[in-house]
């Protein structure tokens, strides 16, 4: 694996049309939890409309995703994709557990500001909401990615800000 990266994508990339539109040798070759974290949402993205994807700490969640294999020449565009040069994410390496309990090691990215736990998802503050368009995008790619059905119903339990317009995006995503 000297070419390539794994890659572990938990907001938007989850759905394959998403993710190609910066990186188009990336291959979904699975899913996987990172334990040991949970999905959140915090930083206002002029591009969705509504609060971005990102991971914080909580030692009694986790968070499913699917795992990329991209070529090393596509990390530059990811990191760029993800807002690094701009201090909006960093890049970490995490173990990713995969459905039959082996690990593997992936890049995930987690905003620069790290949010205070949300306890309960649905209680998360109107400003820090995401846009109906990119949780129902995060949503798409969970059920593309065959992630587990009980993370859906937690997906589907996000409060989203109501924004169902257009967003910042090169190609139509087509999502409902």
């Not at 995703?65 to 701009?86: F, Y």
């Not at 995060?138 to 593309?144: D, S």
């Amino acid at each position: 694996m000297g070419s390539t990266f794994l890659y572990f994508a938990y907001g938007s990339n989850l759905l394959a049309k998403r993710i190609h539109i910066n990186n188009p040798s990336a291959v979904r070759v699975g899913i996987g939890k990172l334990m040991n974290y949970q999905l959140d949402f915090l930083k206002y993205s002029k591009r969705w409309r509504g609060a971005s994807a990102t991971i914080a700490k909580n030692e009694k969640r986790h968070v499913w995703g699917a795992i990329w294999e991209i070529d090393l020449q596509h990390m530059e565009t990811l990191d760029r994709q993800e807002g690094v040069p701009d201090k909006i994410y960093f890049p970490l390496d995490v173990d990713v557990i995969l459905p039959d309990g082996s690990s593997k090691k992936c890049r995930v990215y987690q905003q620069c500001v790290i949010p205070s736990v949300t306890e309960k998802i649905e209680d998360l503050a109107e400003d820090r909401q995401p846009s109906a368009v990119y949780l129902n995008i995060i949503k798409a790619g969970a059920k593309e990615s065959n992630i587990p059905e009980e993370y859906q119903q937690f997906l589907e339990r996000v409060p989203d800000n109501g924004y169902s317009g257009k967003v910042d995006i090169d190609v139509a995503l087509n999502i409902n």
